[in-house]
């Protein structure tokens, strides 16, 4: 076991409860009910009316779910979705359901016929339906549904890959042993994480478990109650509440509890002076959170710039500060040093250690690092995104999975291993969920099966063991679901 997971496990001991092909748009089912009638639509969520036609009649109302893609999974508290509609009349208002509950609409200008619309979509924890309605003043109706997931499907530690099924079974495979297996763990898990040697678990009821290599069952954690999103970094973790609240474990050398100090604390502590908070993510010895006007708070180390205030240093910075020039701000992933942010609008800022090309601006070598955020040119609207080790992962709106960093034990999945400074197409074509890991990565793809790239000497690929078979594949290969 590393020694960061040995440091977390001894500070985190006491709080242990009793424990000694690409996917195309949404083909969700539309419907439209006009004043004649129902008819049923489509995968492009056009309707058809009395008549039968293919395409609907102008009388008729037309609604499209866009993104994200249907199953797509999300470590945060809310996420966007896009729809496009065509009415024949104005006035029409946009309505997203979860269950009977309206959870956002908007109100369509009555000047205006076609279009798009942006809908913020509350996630609960695994499986989240939810309902988008077009109501028009004469009564004319159309619906599309629509499903997501809260929280990760697929997790990569440096030997060992790991996978929440659909029952909420968890399956491992590699650690030396190939063939994808059912791992002994808590019923109803709904999203896994691991950091340094240390792999979390969260259930449906927001508790958390724990367990390591020395450790291999899963172990409750107390203290933590009603938990939507964990990110581990490499020794301390951060586990967001779904009341925005956020609490740390681990180590506190650099300040990355945001306690306020550099002191060891045993157990579970709040992070101070932050509320309201929407995303977490964690790097090597710093932390960062997103709250829900946007703005990102960070806090820890900054030897690599990775805090974005504008320069490098070596104190500690315990409490959390403010990354200048950032807004709108949906979610944030951090590697080992650096960083990147989401925009509400799909654009990505990134900062921190560049040596490797992690940051993916076209640079590499010890001058890359950047001090403060960047923006990142995306070829479209980005949605989710990952980061671990020197490498990076952005999901598009259409599924397509773009990766860029360190490359030299194929991680990237892009056909080679050469480093990439630019984002780059990764072969695993559309994910709903993907996982950078320091020697591969592991997704979820557009149809539900696993798909591993990357590094092989310990099984990663669910591959034999070399030399019967391969050290590593630099294009994504099929794991069987057992």
């Not at 301390?236 to 740390?248: I, K, Q």
């Not at 890359?368 to 609207?381: F, G, N, T």
């Not at 780059?424 to 798909?451: F, I, Y």
């Amino acid at each position: 076991m590393s020694r960061r997971a040995l440091a977390i496990l001894a500070l985190i001991g006491s709080v242990f409860a009793g424990c000694t092909g690409d996917p195309k748009a949404d083909t969700s089912a539309a419907t439209s009910t006009g004043s004649g009638g129902a008819g049923a639509g489509g995968g492009n969520a056009s309707s058809t009316g009395e008549g039968g036609s293919s395409n609907p009649p102008a009388s008729d109302p037309a609604l499209t779910l866009v993104s994200p893609l249907p199953g797509m999974a999300f470590q945060r508290r809310h996420v966007d979705v896009d729809v496009s509609f065509s009415v024949p009349e104005g006035g029409a208002t946009l309505r997203l359901k979860q269950g009977e509950q309206i959870t956002d609409e908007r109100s369509i200008d009555v000047t205006t016929t076609t279009g798009t619309a942006r809908l913020r979509l509350p996630l609960f924890r695994g499986a989240t339906p939810f309902v988008v309605t077009l109501d028009l003043p004469s009564g004319k109706t159309a619906s599309v549904e629509g499903h997501l997931h809260g929280g990760r499907l697929v997790t990569a530690s440096i030997d060992t890959m790991f996978a929440v099924r659909e029952d909420g079974a968890v399956v491992q495979w590699g650690g030396g042993d190939p063939t994808p297996s059912k791992k002994d763990a808590p019923a109803g898990v709904v999203s896994l994480a691991e950091g340094a040697g240390v792999l979390f678990a969260l259930d449906a009821e927001g508790h958390v478990f724990v367990a390591t290599t020395g450790q291999p069952s899963f172990e409750p954690m107390a203290g933590l109650h009603d938990i939507t999103a964990i990110a581990p970094g490499g020794g301390h973790a951060l586990f967001l509440r779904a009341d925005g609240r956020v609490l740390a474990a681990g180590p506190n050398d650099h300040g990355q509890l945001g306690t306020g100090d550099t002191e060891s604390h045993p157990g579970v502590v709040e992070v101070a002076g932050i509320s309201e908070i929407v995303a977490v993510a964690a790097s090597s010895d710093a932390s960062f959170a997103v709250d829900a006007s946007g703005v990102v708070h960070a806090w820890g180390s900054n030897a690599e710039g990775q805090l974005g205030i504008g320069d490098q240093d070596t104190s500690p910075h315990p409490e959390p500060l403010i990354v200048p020039n950032l807004v709108d701000i949906v979610d944030v992933a951090a590697g080992r040093d650096h960083v990147l942010a989401l925009t509400s609008s799909g654009g990505l800022y990134v900062w921190g250690l560049g040596s490797s090309g992690q940051l993916g601006d076209g640079s590499a070598g010890i001058l890359a690092s950047k001090s403060q955020p960047v923006p990142l040119v995306m070829p479209d609207r980005a949605v989710a995104l990952d980061a671990r080790g020197n490498t990076s992962y952005v999901v598009l709106a259409d599924g397509k999975l773009l990766g860029w960093g360190q490359n030299s034990l194929a991680q990237l999945g892009v056909g080679d291993t050469h480093m990439r400074t630019k984002p780059t197409p990764c072969l695993v074509g559309g994910v709903r969920a993907v996982s950078a890991g320091l020697t591969g990565g592991a997704a979820v793809d557009g149809a539900g099966g696993l798909q591993a790239w990357g590094s092989n000497t310990s099984g990663q690929l669910a591959l034999p063991l070399p030399p019967e078979g391969p050290e590593r594949s630099s294009v994504p290969v099929g794991v069987p679901w057992p």
